[in-house]
């Protein structure tokens, strides 16, 4: 990456060739092989998430920029002029290159509040063959355990920064030599272990990687069980070409549920309400960080422990007193709404009596409360209009790709579970082939349908 932005376009969609070849189990589709030479398998490609009880996911998609060093305040407010609504930041590693004086916890809360999503980006070691001779290498003996470490500082720095678990952090791996073999299946392990300690910790992974030497041999071990797969691919490609589809070397079922994002045009300059900042352009379809926005309570509110009052009681607020939202979920109903905010502590309180936009529905910036679990049915996962396999398919999720439920029901024993996951309106996955903790009954703090 050349320490700049990123851009945005429209989501991800399946052609109908291949939506149909997946609904149709085809062998075509499958995931790919691991190269001969790399490790026998020793886990699951996907792993679950461990996500706490205040963590969400956010997604994004649209246009995002990134600079070498975060923007002052002024210039972020300018740039609302600008067709980005996301901005990539270097929140820490060894090899990151710029000073940060703008980028604190405060700076974050600000930005959030002006609408704009953020895009934690770690530069840490990077591969022995490759990157700036300068840098700080990955070393293969040690790359589990150095992923590992880049993961558990990575949250740190975004922990203090004010970004919340359930969001994804993103691992810049430069350029490296793809042939050799031994420095490729280091940065492999590498980018396992990263992803690992992420869903450990509560959050999303994601890796950026250029598309010719490194993007490619992530794609070839997609499906591999000796290493866990990221959530989210973020590659590097300055052909001018938004797409986010027709990749070379990486097919389109792969990443294929609002998991990619490309950078199409690098370091060059732009201007919006008066501002000149240098950046690259990204098109985004995919996990962001996930950040809390302030809010009032316009009458005594009473915070509980699930989306409604016959939830235990967790805390009660004032009139006039400031809380913290994450997201927003469905629940019982409270004068005019049936939505509740999930605040920063895990608790819910209902939208009714907080100075949010709406009193009936969701307002933006609020986003829905989301938990994305990796799906494990290698030709694909069938969507159904109900939580049952008796009901219509009206949808698939290709192999590996994000299952973005936000609630969780019963219905009829698939495998080991009767849990089935909802993740749209008339859109159902059974839960056994969904990487959530449990692989028997339901996975906190997913509520309940």
């Known amino acids: 990456m050349s320490h700049r932005a990123r851009a945005i376009w429209p989501v991800l969609a399946l052609s109908a060739g291949v939506l149909a070849a997946l609904m149709a189990g085809s062998p075509a589709l499958a995931v790919p092989a691991a190269p001969p030479g790399l490790a026998p398998a020793t886990s699951d490609a996907a792993t679950a998430v461990a996500y706490p009880a205040w963590a969400s996911a956010t997604r994004y998609t649209g246009l995002a920029f990134d600079t070498c060093t975060a923007p002052p305040l002024t210039a972020m407010r300018a740039w609302l002029a600008s067709p980005y609504r996301a901005v990539g930041v270097y929140v820490g ?11 604190t916890s405060a700076w974050t809360r600000a ?28 070393v293969p003996s040690a790359a589990t355990a150095e992923g590992t470490w880049a993961a558990d500082n990575a949250a740190d720095q975004v922990r203090a920064l004010g970004m919340f678990r359930g969001g994804v952090i993103y691992y810049d791996m430069e350029h490296y030599d793809t042939a050799d073999l031994a420095c490729g299946t280091a940065v492999l392990t590498f980018l396992s272990a990263w992803t690992r300690e992420l869903h450990r910790l509560g959050y999303l992974a994601g890796v950026y990687e250029n598309l010719n030497l490194g993007a490619r041999a992530l794609a070839g071990v997609y499906g591999s069980a000796a290493y866990a797969r990221p959530d989210a691919l973020w590659i590097a490609r300055y052909d001018q070409n938004p797409a986010l589809t027709g990749w070379s070397g990486i097919g389109d079922s792969l990443w294929a549920v609002q998991q990619r994002a490309k950078q199409y045009r690098g370091d060059f300059t732009a201007t919006y309400g008066g ?115 008796s009901f219509p398919v009206t949808g698939v999720i290709p192999a590996g790709g994000l299952a973005w439920m936000f609630c969780q029901s019963a219905g009829p024993v698939v495998g080991a579970t009767r849990v089935w996951d909802k993740i749209d309106d008339r859109h159902w996955v059974s839960d056994n082939w969904v990487a959530t903790p449990s692989r028997t009954g339901f996975s906190k703090p997913v509520p309940r349908c």
């Open 93 to 103: 590693g060894q090899n990151r290159t710029c000073a940060q004086p703008e980028l």
């Open 111 to 138: 930005v959030a509040d002006l609408g704009w999503r953020l895009i934690p980006i770690f530069k840490g070691r990077q591969p022995s063959c490759g990157a700036r001779p300068s840098d700080l290498k990955i």
């Open 275 to 389: 501002v000149t900042l240098r950046i690259d352009a990204d098109n985004w379809d995919a996990p962001v960080a996930t950040t809390a926005f302030s809010y009032r309570a316009t009458a005594l509110v009473r915070a509980r422990t699930g989306p409604g009052p016959s939830f235990a009681l967790v805390k009660v607020y004032p009139k006039g007193a400031s809380v913290s939202a994450v997201c927003q979920t469905p629940g019982a109903v409270v004068r005019t709404t049936t939505v509740w905010d999930k605040l920063n502590n895990g608790s819910y309180v209902t939208d009714y009596y907080l100075d949010t936009p709406s009193r009936t529905g969701y307002s933006p910036p609020l986003t829905r409360c989301l938990y994305p679990y990796q799906t494990t049915a290698g030709d694909g996962l069938n969507e159904r209009s109900g939580p049952g396999a």
